[in-house]
C-alpha cells in the first residue's frame, strides 16, 4: 500500500487547541494519519473516529493500537454523527476534524475504480455496501442528469458534451472500466483543452461525488458538529475543492454573523453576539514545502471556527 500523507497535518490538529484531556472526534479516519497525530497528544483523553471503509478501518485500528486505547472508531457516514456519539453517551466534544479528501490508498488501490489512470471495473464507492456505484450513473443516468452531476460537482465546461458521447457509446454496449470512460471523455473534449490537465479529473471527481453523496452529507453534518463543541472547542475542516470548501465557508459565515438589528452599534448587547467565531478569517493553505512533498495538497484549505458562548 502506498504510504498516504495526511494534508495539513500539523495545521489541522493544531488548531484544534488539543489538552491532555480533550475528546475529539474525526469523522473522516481514512488511514489514521491525523488520529495518530492527535492520538499521541490526548492520553488521557478520547478520541472518536468515523470511516464507512472497512479496509481503512482495518488499518487504522492497528495503527492507533500501537499508540493507546482511548479510541473508538465508528464505521458509519459522518451525516450520523450526533446519533452515533449520543448513543455512546457522548452530547458535547472539545474539537471535531474534517478531512474531506480522498485517501491515497483509496486511490492508488485500482481495483477500487477511483483513478482515471489505471484499469478497473467503475466503482467509486467509499463504503462498498452502497448500492451505487460509479457503474450505475454512467449507465443508467440519462443525458440531462449527467450533465447536471458534471457540471455542477465537476464544473466542466465540455460537460454537455461529455454526457452526450457516454448516452451514445453505451448503446452499442455499457461501460463497464475507468479507462475505457477516460476514453469516450476524450472522444468529446477538443484536443486543446487536453493540453495542461487530464480530460477525466473533473469528471471522475463528478461522478465520486454523486456516488457517495459527498456534498448532500457535509452541511448537515457540519450543523452536528457546531452543536456538539463546549465552548472553547472548536471545529476544523480540510476541502478539496470549491464546492466543498463554499459550504463550509457559508455555513461558518451564518455562525459568525452579527444581528442586523444591532449591526454597526459600538456596544453590543451579549444576546445579541453571536456563539461562534472563525479562528482565522482566510483559509490556511499548504506551506510551498509541503506542496513540494506532497502533489495532492494543491487544492486543499482548511477553515476553523470555535464556539465562544
Not at 21 to 43: A, E, F, M, P
Not at 49 to 61: C, G
Not at 69 to 97: A, H, M, P, W
Not at 279 to 299: F, H, M, T, W, Y
Request: glycine share 4%; proline share 3%.
Amino acid at each position: 500500500m502506498e504510504k498516504h500523507i495526511s494534508v495539513l497535518l500539523k495545521e489541522s490538529v493544531d488548531a484544534l487547541n488539543l489538552k491532555d484531556t480533550s475528546v475529539i472526534v474525526d469523522c473522516t479516519l481514512g488511514y489514521g494519519g491525523h488520529s495518530s497525530y492527535i492520538l499521541q497528544r490526548i492520553k488521557r483523553g478520547a478520541l472518536f473516529a468515523f470511516d464507512q471503509d472497512s479496509e481503512a478501518i482495518r488499518h487504522s485500528t492497528s495503527r492507533l493500537s500501537a499508540i493507546g486505547t482511548n479510541f473508538t472508531i465508528i464505521k458509519s457516514n459522518f451525516v450520523n454523527l450526533k446519533e452515533e456519539l449520543n448513543k455512546r453517551g457522548v452530547t458535547e466534544v472539545d474539537g471535531i476534524l474534517f478531512d474531506l479528501g480522498v485517501s491515497s490508498p483509496q486511490l492508488d488501490d485500482a481495483s477500487r475504480g477511483f483513478s482515471y489512470h489505471e484499469d478497473a471495473r467503475l466503482d467509486m464507492r467509499m463504503n462498498k455496501d452502497n448500492p451505487l456505484s460509479a457503474y450505475e450513473v454512467v449507465n443508467n443516468y440519462s443525458k440531462e442528469e449527467l450533465t447536471k452531476i458534471f457540471y455542477k460537482y465537476g464544473e466542466d465546461k465540455f460537460s454537455k458534451n461529455i454526457a452526450k458521447k457516454i448516452v451514445e457509446y453505451r448503446k452499442e454496449k455499457p461501460i463497464e472500466t475507468t479507462l475505457e470512460l477516460v476514453e469516450v471523455i476524450k472522444s468529446a473534449v477538443p484536443i486543446k483543452a487536453r493540453i495542461n490537465k487530464h480530460p477525466a479529473r473533473q469528471i471522475f471527481q463528478a461522478i465520486r461525488i454523486e456516488v457517495n453523496h459527498e456534498l448532500d452529507v457535509l452541511q448537515p453534518a457540519l450543523e452536528q458538529a457546531l452543536s456538539l463543541i463546549k465552548v472553547g472547542g472548536r471545529v476544523a475542516v480540510i476541502t478539496f475543492h470549491s464546492l466543498e470548501d463554499r459550504i463550509v465557508k457559508q455555513v461558518f459565515k451564518e455562525k459568525c454573523k452579527i444581528d442586523d438589528k444591532v449591526k454597526g452599534l459600538p456596544n453590543i448587547p451579549e444576546e445579541y453576539l453571536p456563539d461562534y467565531k472563525l479562528v482565522v478569517n482566510k483559509a490556511i493553505l499548504p506551506s510551498k514545502e509541503e506542496l513540494e512533498n506532497n502533489a495532492r495538497a494543491r487544492s486543499a484549505k482548511l477553515r476553523v471556527i470555535e464556539r465562544i458562548k
